[in-house]
């Protein structure tokens, strides 16, 4: 995981599609499968990245849908 930050610069590495900026997020970085786990993803260091939370619940929306996402997403209530 530290090589993971490392490559990061420990900086959410949410681009966004619509300015192409990065986002600034230093604090409460989580680690996210590119692949997800769940579809058979790998914990590789080319399969992970760092994500803050808003962005990385945002790309497993993206990837798994809402049904799936959605018992977690109220559990971080």
């Known amino acids: 995981k530290h ?3 490392k490559r990061d610069q420990y900086q959410c590495t949410f681009v966004s599609p ?3 900026k990065r986002c ?3 604090m409460g970085l ?4 590119r692949k997800p786990f769940s579809l058979g993803g790998q914990g590789s260091i080319t399969n992970l ?3 803050c939370r808003e962005h990385n619940v945002y790309e497993a929306m993206m ?4 049904k ?4 977690y997403i109220e559990h971080l209530k």
Do not use: N, Q, Y
């Open 30 to 33: 989580e680690f996210d499968h």
């Open 68 to 71: 799936v996402m959605k018992p």
């Open 18 to 20: 619509i300015t192409s």
């Open 24 to 26: 600034e997020a230093k």
């Open 63 to 66: 990837i798994l849908g809402e």
């Open 49 to 51: 990245r760092v994500l």
């Open 3 to 5: 090589e993971v930050l």
